[in-house]
């Protein structure tokens, strides 16, 4: 496995752990899950909080979401797959950026 592939699986890793961390925390602390229905209550400060929230939870939403269509809803494989190919892409991303922060403020190294 080169350098790059193992650096990205585990950008990959980072932004899954982060998004279930954050939405699981946000569920411990109002009773309701997490969704991007945040950002439907209208003009509020607490509807511009949930936007950064919401960038780096939305991969375990999506996922979330997703799994929970499938059973309930026996959605087709191709859009299952489209979601999780999008959550993983998505997680890549929250996960590069959350690892150069942690680099750029020289908390590893």
Do not use: D, H
């Not at 592939?5 to 109002?30: D, E, M, V």
């Not at 979401?65 to 809803?73: A, D, K, P, Q, Y």
């Amino acid at each position: 496995m080169t350098p790059e592939a193992l650096n990205t699986f585990f950008s990959i890793c980072i932004g899954f752990a982060l998004a279930g961390a954050l939405a699981n925390g946000y569920q411990a602390l109002s009773q309701r899950p997490a969704g991007f229905g945040l950002l439907q209550e209208g003009v509020a400060p607490k509807t511009f909080a949930a936007v950064p929230f919401l960038v780096f939870a939305a991969p375990f939403i999506i996922m979330r979401n997703t799994l929970r269509g499938m059973r309930l809803e026996s959605r087709r494989f191709e859009f299952v797959m489209m979601a999780t190919v999008i959550a993983c892409f998505w997680s890549m991303m929250s996960g590069t950026f959350f690892l150069m922060t942690l680099r750029a403020t020289g908390v590893i190294g």
